[in-house]
């Protein structure tokens, strides 16, 4: 069966420090991957999906960036974090063919200090 | 663009009382729906998905059914419990898409 694995859970970091959250999906291959966000009390913001290793798409420009170095490794990176940053960060991925349901990690929470 | 409209919450409900949660979405061709829910601190979870027109979705008692002359994919359930409390996302795919369009959310709030 697929899962879908995401850490760290919870982190908390200086304002200027950097970021790595990274979410690895087994039991398939060749899946859509994406990252998504979620501010307090408010709904999604995609942030990067991705449909290919090395293929990235940017849904709203900020100082984040997403890599995709294997077919089931999908990374969230930041140079310099901002305190608007703060968040729950969700990492999903789907099948390319049939219903597309989206399959969520467990969410990553960031505090940025 | 494809867009999701779902009613504001949050909602507050006693136990086994009957909830509907209203969807309402736009989009081009047609598109597959689905309901998600998020318990607190956790990831989304599928609830119940609809792929055509009239399709009935349903699980753990929760259903909706795909209307597409009202373009609309309401939650129901006829009783709920404290443990539903959570936030519902109705979201929508269409084909040959790779984004997923979501609602904003529902809170709901079960009271014993």
């Known amino acids: 069966s697929q899962t879908i694995h995401q850490w760290p859970a919870t982190l908390v970091q200086p304002v200027g420090s950097p970021l790595s959250l990274e979410c690895t999906v087994e039991g398939t291959s060749n899946p859509n991957l994406y990252w998504y966000r979620q501010a307090a009390g408010r709904g999604l913001q995609l942030l990067f999906y991705?449909?290919?290793?090395?293929?990235i798409s940017s849904e709203v420009p900020q100082n984040l960036s997403a890599s995709r170095p294997q077919d089931r490794q999908f990374i969230l990176s930041s140079k310099k974090l901002l305190l608007s940053d703060s968040g729950f960060y969700l990492c999903a991925w789907t099948q390319i063919e049939g219903a597309n349901v989206l399959t969520f990690g467990a969410g990553s929470r960031l505090t940025v200090l | 663009g494809d867009s999701v409209t779902q009613m504001e919450g949050p909602v507050t409900l006693s136990e086994e009382a009957f909830l509907t949660i209203n969807c309402t979405y736009t989009a081009t061709g047609y598109p597959s729906l689905f309901w998600y829910v998020q318990y607190p601190g956790e990831g989304l979870q599928l609830l119940l998905k609809?792929?055509?027109?009239?399709d009935k979705g349903s699980n753990k008692g929760f259903e909706a059914t795909y209307r597409k002359e009202t373009t609309s994919f309401h939650l129901e359930k006829g009783s709920v419990q404290v443990s539903d409390s959570a936030v519902y996302f109705c979201?929508?795919?269409?084909?040959?898409?790779?984004?997923?369009?979501f609602g904003r959310g529902t809170s709901l709030i079960v009271h014993p």
């Open positions: 979201a929508l795919r269409s084909g040959g898409s790779y984004i997923p369009t």
């Open positions: 609809a792929t055509k027109a009239d």
């Open positions: 991705s449909v290919g290793i090395g293929q």
